[in-house]
């Protein structure tokens, strides 16, 4: 499916639409939404950076596992500017964590604590040292100063599975405590097949 917003193409996949679909029939508490609220806050983020350097991407593919901003302009960059790009994702997030908590405070509406929190774990997460989240991406921005891009991409490999085989664990522990919530574990699962499969191409 695609739509346009100005001269922005968004594609949408169909196993993502049945999903939002499905949510928003049976997600009486909101809470799946107010997720996808603080991931389309995160996304914006990375589109006003690039609007800032002139790159605002023409085409925004959205999977059920990813989104991916076609970014023309990456090359033309320098390494401070592609840093502000990656991390102005998860700045947005933090910034408006702390908006909506003091609104909370100020408010004492649940809503606001649940957009607070929804903020800060997603900013948390994004900026954990794994590749294809933004913190690899600024920890290898940062490694190719200093090494090659071979290193560079070794160095980030291994530090990803040190960080990816504790939040597995944790994942683990939550779905056999939980019963149901399998979250944290199949997105640690996937980021390490993201990887290894990387290294089979």
Same mark, same amino acid.
């Given at each position: 499916?695609i739509?346009r917003i100005?001269?922005?193409n968004i594609?949408l996949?169909?196993p993502l ?6 949510v928003i029939?049976?997600?009486t508490?909101?809470?799946v939404?107010?997720?996808?609220i603080?991931i389309?806050m995160?996304?914006? $983020?990375? !589109?006003a950076a690039l609007?800032?350097?002139g790159a605002?991407?023409?085409?925004i593919?959205?999977?059920?596992f ?5 970014d023309? $302009?990456?090359?033309? %960059?320098?390494? +401070?500017?592609?840093?502000v790009?990656?991390? *102005?994702g998860?700045t947005?997030n933090?910034?408006?964590?702390l ?7 100020c408010?004492?509406m649940i809503?606001?604590r649940?957009m607070? !929190?929804?903020?800060?774990t997603?900013g ?7 590749d294809?989240?933004? $913190?690899?991406?600024a920890l290898f921005?940062?490694l ?6 071979? %290193?560079s991409?070794?160095?980030l490999d291994i530090i990803?599975?040190?960080?990816l085989?504790?939040v597995?664990c944790? $994942?683990?522990?939550i779905?056999f %405590?939980s019963?149901?919530?399998f979250? !944290?574990l199949?997105?640690?699962?996937? &980021?390490? *097949?993201i990887i290894? &499969?990387?290294h +089979?191409?």
């Amino acid at each position: 499916m695609i739509f346009r917003i100005g001269k922005l193409n968004i594609e949408l996949s169909f196993p993502l639409v049945a999903i939002m679909t499905a949510v928003i029939i049976f997600d009486t508490t909101m809470s799946v939404i107010i997720c996808f609220i603080a991931i389309i806050m995160h996304e914006t $983020g990375h !589109l006003a950076a690039l609007a800032f350097y002139g790159a605002f991407p023409k085409t925004i593919k959205l999977t059920l596992f990813d989104i991916a901003i076609i970014d023309s $302009g990456k090359y033309t %960059r320098n390494s +401070r500017q592609e840093l502000v790009v990656v991390l *102005a994702g998860v700045t947005v997030n933090f910034v408006f964590a702390l908006i909506f908590y003091i609104t909370f405070l100020c408010t004492n509406m649940i809503f606001f604590r649940n957009m607070a !929190l929804s903020n800060a774990t997603l900013g948390v997460f994004n900026i954990l040292p794994v590749d294809s989240l933004d $913190g690899g991406q600024a920890l290898f921005i940062i490694l190719t100063k200093h090494f090659s891009i071979y %290193r560079s991409m070794m160095i980030l490999d291994i530090i990803s599975f040190v960080v990816l085989i504790p939040v597995a664990c944790v $994942g683990f522990i939550i779905l056999f %405590r939980s019963k149901y919530n399998f979250t !944290l574990l199949l997105t640690a699962l996937y &980021l390490i *097949a993201i990887i290894l &499969l990387k290294h +089979r191409k």
